[in-house]
Nanobody
Framework: QVQLVESGGGLVQTGASLRLSCAVS????????MGWFRQAPGKERESVAA????????YYADSVKGRFTISRDNAKNTLYLQMDSLKVEDTAVYYC????????????????WGQGTQVTVSS
């Protein structure tokens, strides 16, 4: 099993930055890719960014390209999401997820999930 714990969410104003962290524990050797997802009230969970565990490949949703950066520190078993120039529409619960195969963008493709961290951007 793999355990994921997110942190770093909060309430910020438009244009601010936040960095989310996801601590990974358990069978970390089985992970091949990780991603960040978000879910706003009344909306489906959507992919924000993903990266393979070696860092060769990344994916970003069009809505966050140029503003968000996904990265990982394998020595610390931690995944990050640097979020800059935040917008009101970025408000959501953010989840990190892991899977044993390569990068994917559908939530159903991921095997392990964290509990989520709330990000609220006010105007």
């Amino acid at each position: 099993q793999v355990q994921l714990v997110e942190s770093g969410g909060g309430l910020v104003q438009t244009g601010a930055s936040l960095r989310l962290s996801c601590a990974v524990s358990g069978r970390t050797f089985s992970i091949d890719a990780m991603g960040w997802f978000r879910q706003a009230p009344g909306k489906e969970r959507e992919s924000v960014a993903a990266v393979d565990w070696i860092g060769r490949n990344t994916y970003y949703a069009d809505s966050v390209k140029g503003r968000f950066t996904i990265s990982r520190d394998n020595a610390k078993n931690t995944l990050y999401l640097q979020m800059d120039s935040l917008k009101v529409e970025d408000t959501a619960v953010y989840y990190c997820a892991a899977r044993t195969l390569g990068i994917a963008t559908s939530p159903s493709d991921y095997d392990y999930w964290g509990q989520g961290t709330q990000v609220t951007v006010s105007s």
